[in-house]
């Protein structure tokens, strides 16, 4: 089944949740990067929680006016200018009182979605017998979908992909840097609520799919799991889509391949695997890199500890250092040094005194920042700074050719 699921031969319905989870991924993962950025991933809370009082009212105008209430187009359009409406309450709150930013997002959040859960209360009491489903909203429901719906789901999806990339470098200098950015005449406020628009777009785009709580997630979760893998902005971005793309497309392949799993909370457990799999696999800012890195520390301690205690004719007593000194061919088992172990340790304890004397000299600050008893000597001076300080030393001087 999970295989058929994956080659989209699971029939019509699974095949269309798939390729609209997989397309609204991509734009979640590249619009969300931004917002990562930006270091205001919780604004994507309180849009999302404020689209819920546009779809209740967008229901409720639709069967007014004789319509259907489940009209996709109407009700996503609802929720859109509810969610606009949100942001400019949440801008006008941060820019004009002295409410801190996530004051204002915790305001907007609370009082739309508590209305929206008001909204549902008199939409159940209605009493028209169509608003069967538009809990769905919440936390997202493919059954049923239909062509128009997916297709306003990939088209909605393909546009905000679209509008990112054209404002791409504008959204990274600022998100980079707005004191800059206002220094080259670029309107930060202006680009910030562009930003915060395609978030609303996306957003909106995915409440059929993953709903208006799990959005969330699929904006932020792709963008963090990216920058475990690389430093550069537009790598960011491309891995950020890839990664929201891939969870859209096996989550909607898991739940298409076992009963009763809700796909929207499935996209988002994918997505966190991605997340896990990366913090523990990421080459320089994983976990087992960290440990790795820790490892091969300890080890150039017990060594230049080890050389140290040689060289001054101390015993050593640690297994460890014994056994890594052995492997190095610096002693025998029984602890005692070799020729070549020798010559290391008395390079060892010379370098300590020279960088005695590259501490205690001011000329030499800079250099002398870099210290941490393990570095080479040589990787931070001269051949001639380092003839000199041994001539400030004295004794015999280490030929260099």
Not at 359 to 384: K, M, W
């Amino acid at each position: 089944m999970l295989w058929q699921a994956l080659t989209l031969q699971l029939g019509y319905n699974a095949t269309l949740v798939a390729i609209g989870a997989t397309l609204l991924g991509i734009s979640a993962g590249v619009t969300g990067t931004f917002l990562f950025l930006r270091k205001r991933a919780l604004v994507s809370d309180a849009i999302s929680h404020a689209t819920l009082p546009g779809v209740c009212l967008a229901f409720m105008a639709l069967v007014a006016f004789g319509g259907d209430g489940r009209n996709l187009i109407g009700l996503l359009a609802g929720s859109a200018l509810s969610a606009w409406v949100g942001l400019l309450c949440m801008n006008w709150l941060t820019r004009h009182t002295r409410l801190a930013e996530d004051a204002a997002i915790g305001a907007v959040l609370s009082v739309f979605f508590g209305f929206g859960v008001v909204l549902l209360t008199v939409i159940q009491s209605m009493g028209v017998g169509r608003q069967a489903g538009l809990e769905g909203f919440l936390l997202g429901s493919t059954a049923g979908m239909l062509w128009a719906d997916a297709l306003v789901i990939a088209v909605g999806g393909a546009a905000t992909l679209a509008l990112v990339m054209i404002i791409r470098r504008p959204m990274m200098m600022v998100a980079f840097d707005p004191e800059y950015a206002v220094a080259r005449g670029l309107p930060m406020h202006r680009i910030d609520l562009m930003m915060m628009g395609l978030v609303m777009a996306v957003t909106v785009v995915g409440l059929k799919i993953v709903g208006l709580i799990l959005i969330v997630a699929l904006l932020i979760i792709p963008p963090v799991t990216a920058r475990f893998w690389t430093d550069r902005s537009d790598r960011v971005v491309v891995l950020a889509g890839l990664v929201g793309g891939l969870a859209g497309y096996l989550g909607a392949a898991l739940s298409a391949s076992a009963p009763n799993l809700p796909t929207g909370p499935i996209i988002v457990l994918v997505s966190f695997g991605f997340f896990a799999l990366s913090w523990l696999l990421a080459p320089v800012r994983g976990v087992l890199a960290a440990v790795l890195r820790h490892l091969r520390f300890q080890r150039r301690v017990h060594i230049r500890q080890g050389l140290l205690a040689l060289a001054q004719g101390q015993k050593i007593y640690e297994p460890l250092t014994i056994r890594l000194l052995c492997r190095a061919g610096v002693v025998r088992a029984d602890g005692v040094a070799t020729e070549a172990g020798k010559a290391c340790a008395a390079k060892a304890l010379r370098d300590e005194k020279r960088w005695e004397i590259v501490r205690a000299d001011q000329a030499h600050e800079a250099t002398a920042a870099l210290y941490d008893g393990l570095r080479d000597i040589e990787t931070v001076l001269t051949r001639d700074q380092i003839a000199e300080i041994d001539r400030r030393i004295g004794g015999p001087q280490e030929v260099t050719s």
